[in-house]
């Protein structure tokens, strides 16, 4: 099966989770508009939805042997935990806990209870929703080696930046990007859709006319 397939199925499991929109008029975080729109917090809300996306992310990283898998998050722990349990290796779940460092940059912290189980030669899987920057990986990593562990692979459900590197295998199930506007050039004003307030930067505001998103394919 190739690639370009698998993804499809990919995306097409992730749509069922109502966490990818399409087809509606999306304010996104940077004031930009777009037509489609991914709700992370969306994405783990049915169990076997996120099992299954787990699953599919530990069989990639099957031959690794990992004894942890680290994320960050509530949504990356909650995906985590389906990686770790398909995850041959039986490897244990661990969290890093975000913060803002004095430079404004996110960094990562491994709560004290945590540090007997990264240790010297020890091997990381290292577990990601959705990818934008790639900053909590890239803070992840460092984490990781600074306590000479090694980090044998990356997994994520969605990649939105299809030029994002890593030294680790990195492995996405979907890598897409939106096409965004400037609201002066975008088509979808032009054409007078409302806004959807419910999803998205808008959300609180009261300009939207009509209905909720509709999910993807429904
Ligand atoms: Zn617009």
Excluded at 1 to 22: K, P, S
Excluded at 109 to 127: D, N
Excluded at 148 to 168: C, E, M, T, Y
Aim: proline share 6%; glycine share 12%.
């Amino acid at each position: 099966m190739g690639a370009d397939v698998l993804e499809r199925m990919n995306r097409g499991l992730i749509m069922r989770t109502g966490a990818y929109l399409t087809n509606d008029h999306f304010v996104i975080s940077s004031g930009r508009h777009a037509q489609e729109y991914v709700e992370k917090r969306l994405v783990t809300t049915e169990p076997p939805f996120t099992e299954g996306l787990g699953e599919i992310i530990a069989q990639h990283f099957a031959a690794s042997p990992a004894d942890v898998v680290l994320a960050s998050g509530i949504g990356a722990t909650i995906l985590g935990h389906c990686v770790a349990r398909a995850h041959p290796s039986r490897p244990k779940l661990l969290y890093a806990v975000k913060g803002k460092g004095k430079d404004g940059k996110t960094h990562v912290t491994l709560p004290r209870e945590f540090s007997p189980f990264i240790y010297r030669g020890c091997s990381a899987l290292i577990v990601e929703d959705i990818v934008t920057t790639g900053s909590t990986i890239h803070s992840l990593i460092q984490l990781v080696k600074g306590r000479g562990g090694r980090v044998v692979g990356i997994g994520s459900l969605w990649n939105r930046n299809p030029r994002i590197k890593f030294a680790p295998p990195f492995f996405a199930l979907v890598t897409q990007d939106f096409h965004t506007y400037l609201r002066e050039e975008c088509p979808l004003c032009r054409k007078g859709t409302p806004l959807n307030t419910e999803v998205g930067a808008l959300v609180g505001a009261p300009t939207r006319r009509g209905r909720g998103a509709r999910r993807a394919g429904s």
